[in-house]
């Protein structure tokens, strides 16, 4: 049964490979003081990932109800079900101003729509990566290669001021 317009994606589900979400999690130096928002969480990987490398508390957000279902099974066979909550919702009406960290991988122009609401929410010190794609004319603070990626991966990170 189709989802009603609502609540479709914008963009198919693909997964971040874990290479990328080892060294986006590193790029944003997660720790166990950070709330990691992850915005179209699919399957959940970077929130487990944090939350068991570095016990880091996690909020999944996706409009998809079947990602959402994955994801929840995922979180509690990592039994990380305690460190990780999941919503779903849309992305563009969500509030992040808990999160210390957000990861992206999103296409370019829906960062774009984002990037406002991400300026607006985050508290000075929080860290946004991105896999793949830019945020147009806000230049990252780093943008890394990875070099044995299986989809030469680039991540970007901007701190929030």
């Known amino acids: 049964m189709p ?56 909020v999944g957000i996706d409009i998809d109800a079947d990602c959402l279902q994955l994801a929840h099974r995922h979180v509690q066979a990592a039994g990380v079900a305690d460190l990780v909550t999941l919503q779903q919702g849309n992305l563009y009406a969500s509030d992040v101003t808990e999160a210390t960290v957000v990861m992206l991988y999103l296409l370019p122009h829906l960062n774009l729509r984002l990037r406002p609401r991400l300026r607006q929410q985050l508290r000075s010190g929080a860290r946004i990566v991105s896999h793949q794609f830019d945020m147009g004319d806000w230049a990252p603070d780093q943008q890394i290669q990875l070099p044995d990626s299986a989809e030469e991966s680039t991540l970007y990170l901007w701190k929030v001021l």
């Open 3 to 58: 989802q009603p317009a609502s609540s479709r994606p914008d963009i198919a589900y693909i997964p971040t490979p874990y290479d990328a979400v080892d060294a986006m999690l590193r790029l944003a130096q997660v720790s166990s003081h950070d709330v990691l928002y992850d915005l179209g969480c699919g399957d959940g990987r970077l929130l487990i990932r944090a939350a068991q490398q570095w016990g880091s508390r996690g």
